[in-house]
Structures are given as C-alpha cells and as structure tokens.
C-alpha cells in the first residue's frame, strides 16, 4: 500500500500549557507516490467501505477500472450506480442543478466528497501506522458522506491491559484559507457531540470477545465526562500543500478542549497535498472508471 511512504513526517511539539501537546504534518511527497497513485489507493479503501460486503461487486469493479471488463451481471452495474450516484454522483448526473437551499447540487456534493476524502486519507495513516502508534482497535470509516457520526476513533493500549482512546475531528480546508478558525471549529464539534459519538461507539463493543475490551469500551463515555487520561482527543486538517505558514493548532488550547491540553491528551495532525479539490475529484474519477 502507497501510504506507508507516501509521504514526509515532520513532527512538532509546543510545549505551551494552552496549545495542542504535539501536531504532525503529513506532506505528501510526489517523488516518491504520485499523487494519481494515493488517489486510486484512497479509492479502493472507499469501494472497501462501500461495497465490502459483497465482495463481487468489488471485483467487478476493479475489473472494469483496470482492465475494461464489462461487469458480468446487469444487477451489479445496477447496485455500484445506486450507491455511487448517493455518495460522489455519477458522470451523468447533472451539476448545475440548484437546490432549495441555493447551492449547486454539484458543489454540494464535491463539498462532501472532500470530506469523505479527508476523513479516508486520515484513516488510511492511522491504519498503517503513519502518524501514531499501533492500535488495537480503529473505528471504520463512515458508510455515508454525510454520517453524523464521529469522523476517527482509536484504542491504543501503551502498557498490558491498559488501555486509551483518541476521538479525532477531521476537516478539510480547501480554499487556501487561515486553518486555524476551521480547527476550533472542530475542538467545538467534538466538545458538543463527544458524548453522542462515544456512546454510538460504545456499542460496538457488545460483542467484543476480549473481555477487558468489552469493559473498556462500556467505559468510554465515563472517561471523557470524567476527564481522565484515557480518553484523548485529536484534530486533523487536510490543506492545499504550502498554505499553512504557522502553527494551526496554537489555538485549540484556549478552546472547550482546553481541559486536555497539558498532559499530552490533544493532539494534531496536518495532511498537506498539493491540491485537495483536484485530488478528491482525482478519486472520484478512478471510482467512475471503474462503473
């Protein structure tokens, strides 16, 4: 999988009582994987979660992406043009279109498939190790573009049989714009919804066979209302490479997280590529090639 060296880690520590503890950028590095290459491998992971109950659509897709092969039954066809046209719209459905609340369904919908990106990409790292050390359990990504449900989650277990979380906020910034006021955004989401997410997640934990697991996940609710070390929190922001001048999470401490702060418990992560609009729509059209 290319993202395991796609791309360069600079690693940051603030040291500051109010700021997040420590922040990494991600720069995707196109001498190394160019950037068509992480777009198809973030495609295959979205197909992954869309379609990876039913391993032959999954196939035929990937048959006719790679090699031209007319998918073998018409309900296949049908089903991947189902959910592709619900998740980034297909080729053939129109852009222009306005909705009721006066946005261009098309930009609507590359607004969302931007997300959907983001948070694929931040879960691609996670999964292989990238930014953080190795898990014991990752959250799968969200089925919808527009789940309201928490966009990361990991359980690390730094020491035998005990056990910590990170609850992760992922944006996209896209317009070349300050970051900063678009990560205290998401210290504010996850300030207001934790409690929900974490109590959606918790029941993903009713049928965990490790028993101490199960625990810890009946668990996780209490400790983020408690405040105690093992629940942890982190915001991740995907940008346009180079437009991120300084510190974009120097405010996060003065935020309604500011509670984490101090104790190595609110970290941050910058994914920089090049051009995020041109490589989300680079996803979508290997997901069509594949249609």
Not at 32 to 46: D, G, I
Not at 69 to 76: S, V, Y
Not at 239 to 245: E, H, K, M, N
Request: hydrophobic share 40%; glycine share 8%; proline share 6%.
């Amino acid at each position: 999988m290319p993202v395991r060296r796609a791309f360069r880690i600079t690693p940051s520590f603030t040291g500051h009582p109010v700021a997040v503890n420590s922040w990494k950028t991600l720069t995707l590095d196109q001498a190394v994987v160019p950037r068509v290459e992480l777009a198809e491998s973030v495609a295959e992971h979205m197909m992954a979660t869309l379609f990876g109950g039913t391993p032959a659509i999954i196939i035929a897709w990937r048959n006719k992406r790679l090699h031209g092969t007319a998918h073998p039954d018409p309900a296949i066809t049908a089903q991947l043009a189902d959910i592709v046209s619900r998740q980034i719209r297909l080729p053939a459905q129109p852009i222009k279109a306005l909705n009721p609340n006066g946005r261009y369904r098309g930009q609507e919908k590359l607004d969302h498939l931007e997300g959907f990106v983001a948070e694929h990409l931040w879960h691609l790292a996670t999964h292989y190790h990238v930014h953080s050390d190795p898990h014991v359990h990752l959250l799968p990504v969200s089925f919808r573009v527009t789940d309201s449900g928490s966009d990361g989650f990991a359980i690390y277990e730094p020491s035998a049989g005990q056990y910590q979380y990170r609850l992760w906020e992922i944006k996209k910034n896209s317009t070349g714009r300050d970051p900063r006021p678009t990560a205290v955004k998401a210290c504010d989401q996850l300030t207001s919804n934790a409690t929900y997410y974490l109590q959606e997640i918790s029941k993903r934990g009713e049928h965990e066979p490790d028993p101490d697991l199960k625990a810890f996940y009946s668990e996780i609710v209490f400790h983020w209302r408690g405040n105690t070390g093992e629940a942890n929190a982190g915001v991740a922001l995907v940008v346009d490479q180079g437009t991120v001048g300084r510190n974009p999470f120097n405010m996060l401490g003065t935020t309604s997280l500011q509670g984490l702060a101090g104790a190595d418990r609110l970290h941050g992560l910058l994914v920089e590529v090049d051009d995020v609009r041109a490589f989300a729509e680079e996803v979508r059209q290997v997901i069509w090639s594949g249609l």
